[in-house]
């Protein structure tokens, strides 16, 4: 059995040698009965190949010999079941693996059983490319914008300065890796969230691009793809002045009215005005306002002090408003708004408004008369044709048409007269605040002004109001009511209309010869200072180019120019006077005095000064001013002779009409109280009524020359009349009780008619029948300040020249050290004037400006001056001292005319009782529980909350 073992043995390794295949095949066969199957044989498509980014593959496996299903193996990707597809007819079963969204490079193969497919590769086509992006903005701090996110196809940014932008890449494969170069040169790489995606951050701080350098594991080059990078500016904020509206006067107390609005998309920050007195001047900053919120709208109403300016009569500055925005990025953006112009008039120029504003103010009056004169007729025909019945017909509702035209013409009418008062009220203010014109032309323009308002009587105003509640109400019959009286009251309103029209006139006129006195007493003045720069020595000009005669020469020719002016506006006054008056002759003496011998003295003082002959120049100057005090003298006594003149004739008939009228009384208490037969009296009362409409007539002629005498004159004569007349009728008529009584209401309106004359012969009057009043007199602080600031105008005109010289001089003179220490002592005595003003006026220390501030500057002034130091900085100074105390001035001139301090007659005022309390609110349960609820819903601290619950309860708790 052994060598049977062995030989067997033998064989099988010599048939293992001869034929290894078969043997090999065998012995599987034998150790697997299954591998005994059929052949198995696989075959795959499509093998290697190349696809687009992104598409799918269908990869086919045929299987011969066996009806198991294969496996797809390839790296990277997700495992593919296999789905059967057919089965052939030489017995091959397809099956089919479907490959999607490829993004990649990569190999696979096939396997079933013991048999496998060769290896075969898939390759994506093209470069990669960007086929989504993802942006989130991160807008700077200073916009507090949201974080805004969107997506795109491209990559380009564009968002406000500053911001940052994160991006979100989605390419069309995978990737090894992705840089950026951006805008600025610099490199970054971004990092994957997927092979696919990729993040990184943009800064939106400057115009360029970036490039995205995207590197596949396979490829050696990377594709590149470049993107706009577009920062937005943030917009500059918007501005809108509503106050001022145009160029403004400086207005009292240098405090000017602004009202500004602002707004910014992201946020506001400042609000500045900037002002400056010469183009070649750089802007001061004031801050108005300053927004901590950062607010994206604002509207600022305030005032503004316009101090600092230290602006002077006849000089101008300009100012404007600029807004700020909030931009920390790229530096604040500004608005800025028009210029205006802030000027303090001189006196040329506010005479020539008030009388354009006069001119306005006389001009609506003369239409209004025209208009009221129409209305008076339609009244008239309205009033003949009264309808004959109440029922409704087209002619009744035609009248009514014509009604409402009238009540609306009248309306018009009064609003006309409305615009002048206060046109001629807007007069009296600013000539009060410069002393324009004197007190008694001062008092003519305030009684002229309270005759604007008793143009519309009362009554004539209480008919309007009725009508106007008639025609709303839609009742003919009260409308038709009130037309009688609207019709009485008509005429008297057209009578005081004409009369202020004529007082008006003759207003102007006074004003207009007292405003060329002033003009000529200022260029005298002015012709003052440039005679005392005539003396100062030469100094080195600030104007580049300009030599300093060659500055003194053409100030002198403006002052010639001036002086030319004045003279034709003088001779333009007299020819539109009354021919032959007193008045004509001395502005025609006038104006040749300013035209042959002052303009011609000042235009021969500019050509000296022109050649440097400064002693001629000065000569000539002084021929000038002594010229141009003539002609103010002329002018002036021409104003006091014509006012003289109208103010004794006028008291004269004022008291001659008085004295008619207490004898008129006087007789008629006598009638009244006599035992004469009731004919005798009614003769006696109807001759008492002629005299008294003689006086009346006379006081209606005087009316028409001053507008001293009030519309209640005319009404309480009037009264006096029809009660004379009344009672002498019922005494003829033999009603002695009737006729009794109503002679006695006509004394008694005689005896207002006298009253209301004697008020007016005070206001006539220089000096009131009972005297001045005690106590402070009136215009004492005005005149003080007035001498302050032409002291301090001297002072400063001395520095100036002070000054001058020094930048000439290496060094201090002993003469120059005791001038500054004159200059000093006399700034002293003026700060001492001041307090002493400002002490006086303690109770109205509002109206003085800041005169604190005043102070502390002229101390400060008088220090440096003893001190000897510079004196550029004290000049700045001097001109704010002087332009507080002009405007001082202002105030205490205007602080007469306010409302609050004109008199005016009491009024009985009537008000309704409140009505009766609900009985609700007395129901002290219902009242307490609402208190409770309403406590309970109040916020207060938390560390309090415990006590006040607690106190509640008990008080809830303890109620009724």
Known sequence: PALAAVASLVLLVALGLAWPQRTTRSWNTLWSPAAAAPELRLQVEPGSVTVSPGASLAVRARVWGSDQAPRLIADGLRAATATTESVEPGGAHVWRFDLSQLTRATEYRVRIAHVESPRYRIGIGGDATPVGFRIEYRAPAYARLPIQSGAAARGDLSALR??????????????????????????????????????????????????????????????????????????????????????????????????????????????????????????SDVPLARFAA???????????????????????????????????????????????????????????????????????????????????????KLARQAPRTAMPTPQTQARAEELKSALQSQQEIARKIDDAAQSLQQTLEQSAERKAFDDQLMRKMRELQELMKEIQSNEFKDAMKRMQQALEQQDPSRLESQLPKMRQEHPD????????IDLLKQLREEERLQALAQRA????????????????????????????????????????????????????????????????????????ELSENAASSQTSA?????????KSAQSQGKQASQSLQKASDRLQKAVQDLQK???????????????????????????????????????????????????????????????????????????????????????????SGRGQESGRQATRALNEAVLELRESESSMCNQPGNGPPQGKKSGGSPKKLGEVGQRQSEINRETRSLAQRLTEQARLSAGDQAEMRRLADEQARLREAVESIQNEEKREQQLLGRLDQTQREMKEVEEALESGQPLGDIESKQTRILSRLLDAQRSVNRRDFEPQRESRPGEESSRPSPAALSPELLRQTDRLRNDLLKAESDRYPAQYRAFIESYLKRLNGGGR
């Open 162 to 283: 500053g911001s940052r932008a994160s991006v979100e890449v989605t390419f069309d494969r995978d990737l090894e890796a992705l840089e950026v170069q951006l805008p600025d040169g610099k490199r970054a790489r971004w990092s994957a969230s997927t092979p696919r995606r990729w993040r990184g951050e943009v800064a939106i701080d400057r115009e360029g691009d970036y490039e995205l350098a995207a590197r596949l594991a396979t490829a050696t080059e990377s594709s590149r793809h470049r993107y706009r990078v577009t920062p937005l500016a943030d917009a500059p904020p918007l501005i809108s002045v509503r106050v001022p509206e145009t160029d403004v006067d400086l207005p009292s107390g240098q405090q000017v009215p602004v009202d500004v609005m602002a707004e910014d998309d992201l946020g506001l920050s400042e609000l500045k005005l900037q002002f400056r007195k010469r183009d070649d001047q750089p802007w």
């Open 606 to 614: 500019s050509q000296s000064a022109s050649k440097g002959d400064r």
């Open 521 to 592: 007493d200022e260029l005298k003045q002015r012709q003052d200072a440039l005679n005392r720069e005539f003396e100062s020595p030469k100094s080195a000009s600030k104007d580049a180019g300009k030599s300093p005669d060659q500055k003194l020469a053409e100030e002198q020719t403006e002052r010639a120019e001036d002086s030319q002016k004045l003279a034709e506006d003088v001779k333009k006054a007299a020819a539109e006077s009354e021919p032959d008056s007193q008045s004509e002759e001395a502005m025609s003496d006038a104006a040749a």
């Open 645 to 735: 003149q109208d103010e004794d004739l006028d008291l004269a008939a004022v008291r001659r009409a008085a004295q008619d009228l207490v004898a008129l009384q006087r007789s008629a208490d006598a009638s009244l109280e006599s035992e004469q037969s009731p004919s005798a009296t009614s003769d006696q009362m109807t001759d008492l009524a002629e005299g008294a409409e003689r006086v009346a007539d006379s006081l209606s002629q005087l009316a028409a020359r001053t507008p001293m005498l009030s519309p209640s004159l005319q009404k309480s004569l009037g009264r006096a009349i029809k009660g004379l007349q009344q009672s002498g009728r019922e005494m003829a008529g033999g009603q």
């Open 493 to 500: 309103m057209l009578k005081n209309l004409q009369r202020t």
């Open 294 to 380: 950062r607010p994206r709208e604002a509207a600022i109403a305030s005032r503004w002090d316009a101090a600092p300016v230290a602006l002077l009569p006849g000089e101008i500055a300009t100012f404007r408003f600029v807004v700020f925005d909030d931009n920390t990025v790229s530096g604040r953006g500004m608005a800025t708004s028009r210029s205006f112009e802030l000027r303090f008039p001189s006196l040329a120029e506010l005479y020539e408004k008030v009388d354009d504003r006069q001119h306005d103010a006389q001009t609506t009056l003369e239409k209004a008369a025209e208009q009221a004169r129409e209305l008076q007729k339609s009244l008239d």
